[in-house]
């Protein structure tokens, strides 16, 4: 099995025991909600980090990379 196959078994079975779980009947308070904000906007604040600290490694995965730059040898050394 691929890992992309393994991914959305996974996916899929995750859907499905969220899908059919019973109602709790729970209080939720509104801190609870700030909390739940709070960790998304954690969340994608790390991964837009990540990606940045990445973005030429991101880009050549996709086939997008930089040429590197041809040292002719015909430059003078400045020293």
């Known amino acids: 099995m691929t890992p992309s196959a393994r991914i959305l078994t996974a996916l899929t079975v995750f859907t499905l025991f969220a899908g ?5 009947h729970a209080y939720v308070d509104p801190g609870t909600g ?4 709070q960790i998304i906007l954690g969340g994608v604040a790390g991964a837009m980090v990540v990606l940045k600290l990445y973005w030429q490694r991101f880009l050549a995965l996709f086939g997008r990379a930089q040429p590197e730059p041809a040292d002719d040898g015909d430059a003078p050394d400045r020293d």
């Open 20 to 24: 059919v779980a019973p109602p709790a």
């Open 34 to 37: 700030g909390f739940l904000l």
